[in-house]
């Protein structure tokens, strides 16, 4: 495989400093800075404001296109210098009067704007949620963002039948993971397609009915005969954040009223480059050959596709109440399990981006602080 890079040692920095990784342009893997900065504080905060001292933090594949500069929210919400991170575990170090739920050295979890590869985080305290009985700090900070995603696709996006069939890419990921599991929990029945045969078994046990394992076959054409073969009357709804590289043939695969959700765009990006930069030629023919759906031909095929990202959803607190409420009742009834996770101290988060990006990992992975020794 690539050379995985290796960042330097940390520097020398002051006991209690908050560190951050910042990226000040896009770029490759080099462009994740390690950085002392001051502790944060509530000063002129809202009053529901909570500061957490983060233990782990989760790494997600928009992370790595934040670091590219092709993140549409960052652009919007933050710009440069910009800190990734969506998903956190830790301690609550202060709080604001108003926010009663938690105490100082609670632990908890949580989901942010951007903001998460840090030994500190300031958010709302209705972003906080308590650490799930049985979790520890890395796997509850793999925990909200991959599976508030995965929830938001099969319950808030679309409705599907009690009977639904769903075709999940990608499905070793931390997403496709957790829309596996979300399936079953459901009574829906999932196949999973993945790209590698280590990968297989990881998914069977999480619940799905099959599991494709498109390394295998020799022709695109005979992976998708096998994937309609599992399911002959069309899939209820397939999730693909794969983008042209499969659209057009997940679209084909639905049934009348089946829904194509589409999340992303990995096949258009890089895949473990030595310098972990963007690939513009590669991007580029990626929206030269996106598929484009003529809304005349939903209409008489009687099928939709939809899109979402996850990181616009802020502003909709009811959605993201309820998605978090449901799925912590999953964990608490045991229909939902801790994600795998792989562990990566915070100044080598470079290591972890060239991980995801190979497309060879399995669960979720996470960055580590001194908080959590």
């Given amino acids: 495989g690539s050379r995985v890079p290796r960042s330097p040692p940390l520097p020398l920095t002051l006991r209690d400093a908050m560190q951050k990784i910042s990226i000040h342009a896009p770029g490759g893997y080099d462009k994740l800075s390690l950085e002392t900065c001051p502790d944060l504080s509530l000063a002129g905060e809202p009053d529901d404001a909570v500061v957490v001292d983060v233990e782990a933090s989760g790494v997600n594949y928009a992370d790595c296109c934040v670091r590219w500069g092709v993140y549409e929210s960052a652009k919007q919400y933050v710009g440069w210098p910009i800190t990734p991170g969506f998903e956190f575990a830790g301690r609550v170090r202060d709080r604001g009067p108003a926010a009663t739920r938690f105490a100082v050295g609670d632990r908890v979890m949580g989901v942010t704007r951007f903001g998460a590869y840090a030994t500190q985080v300031r958010v709302p305290a209705k972003h906080l949620y308590a650490l799930p009985q049985g979790f520890d700090a890395q796997q509850a900070a793999g925990f909200p963002a991959v599976f508030m995603t995965a929830y938001h696709a ?50 069977e046990a999480l619940g799905a009915h099959a599991v494709v394992d498109k390394s295998a076959f020799a022709s695109k054409r005979s992976l998708w005969e096998a994937i309609g073969a599992l399911c002959p009357r069309g899939y209820d709804a397939v999730l693909d954040a794969n983008g042209p590289a499969t659209l057009r043939e997940s679209y084909a695969a639905l049934r009348p009223t089946g829904k194509l959700v589409a999340y992303g765009a990995h096949g258009m990006l890089p895949r473990g480059g030595a310098s972990g930069r963007l690939d513009y030629l590669k991007a580029a023919w990626g929206l030269v ?34 998605g978090m409420e449901r799925l912590l009742a999953l964990v608490r009834d045991g229909k939902l399990a801790a994600p795998a996770v792989r562990a990566f101290p915070l100044e080598r988060a470079a290591e972890a981006h060239a991980c995801i990006e190979s497309g060879r990992t399995t669960g979720k992975l996470v960055l580590v602080t001194g908080a959590a020794a």
């Fill in 154 to 203: 099969l319950f808030q996006l679309v409705r599907l039948p009690d009977d639904a069939t769903i075709l999940v890419h990608s499905a070793g990921g931390g997403v496709g993971s957790a829309l596996v599991q979300l399936a079953r929990a459901a009574g829906f029945r999932a196949v999973g397609v993945v790209g590698a045969a280590h990968k297989v078994a990881y998914v």
């Fill in 289 to 322: 050959t996106m598929p484009r759906f003529d809304p005349m031909r939903l209409v008489g095929d009687n099928k939709s596709v939809v899109g979402f990202n996850l990181s616009f959803l802020f502003e909709r607190d009811d959605l993201i109440g309820e």
